[in-house]
């Protein structure tokens, strides 16, 4: 099956600072999605973005889909982006998500 | 927001008893999805379902059972709860499954099994 690997791990920043996500995945997708788990546990749906770029506010995303990675964009970040990133795929007409192990994110004010 | 509630939201069970988590949705989306989350595991598929009495099993599926009757509901069973069925499980819903639509998941459960 899809293998699905973000990257970094772990990420520990000052309030304000920005940083790139990573999610690289091993075939073509034609649905990938990025979540964000806040330290509540809620999952909660960042964008959609089987290809191309999209921006909300100060998060921004960008898919590009032939060679096979995904980049999460956060500026000028703040406490409540803390969690984890979880990066998901579908590919080849499948109905299950693939999830990468996720990007622990801890902003420290 | 999606429309998906869980229940019991939280829930301590003694290790034998069985255990069933409910997973509702408002949405009439097609698939539906039961998670599990453990440290060091990230999300792991149980079970899902593609329509009304279609279910199929995911990759932690022993000890597991589920049924969807009804669009709007795919109900998780324990038969006789482990303490290694403690976790924190997510049922998600998807309108389509094929490449495109979104997932969105409910608010999820924990579960203790003493």
């Known amino acids: 099956g899809i293998q699905v690997e973000q990257s970094p791990p772990d990420l520990i920043l000052q309030e304000g600072a920005n940083s790139t996500l990573r999610c690289n995945f091993s075939?073509?997708?034609?649905?990938l999605q990025w979540f964000h788990q806040n330290p509540w546990g809620q999952l909660i749906n960042l964008f959609y973005i089987p290809s191309g770029t999209k921006q909300n506010g100060r998060l921004s995303a960008t898919t590009v889909a032939t060679e096979r990675y995904s980049l999460l964009y956060i500026s000028s970040s703040q406490t409540t982006d803390s969690g984890v990133y979880f990066c998901a795929v579908r590919s080849g007409g499948s109905y299950i998500p693939t999830f990468g192990r996720g990007t622990s994110l801890i902003v420290h004010p | 927001d999606a429309g998906i509630t869980q229940s019991p939201r939280h829930k301590v069970t003694e290790t034998g008893t069985p255990v069933t988590l409910r997973c509702h949705q408002t949405?009439?989306?097609?698939?539906m999805y039961w998670y599990r989350q453990d440290p060091g595991h990230g999300l792991r598929l149980i079970h899902y379902s593609y329509g009304v009495k279609d279910t199929d099993k995911g990759e932690v599926s022993d000890g597991y059972s589920v049924s969807r009757s009804k669009t709007e509901d795919f109900l998780l069973t324990l038969e006789s709860a482990t303490s290694s069925q403690t976790s924190v499980y997510f049922c998600a819903i998807s309108e389509s499954g094929f490449n495109t639509g979104e997932l969105f998941f409910g608010e999820g459960s924990r579960l203790t099994v003493l």
């Open positions: 949405e009439n989306h097609r698939y």
């Open positions: 075939d073509s997708v034609n649905n």
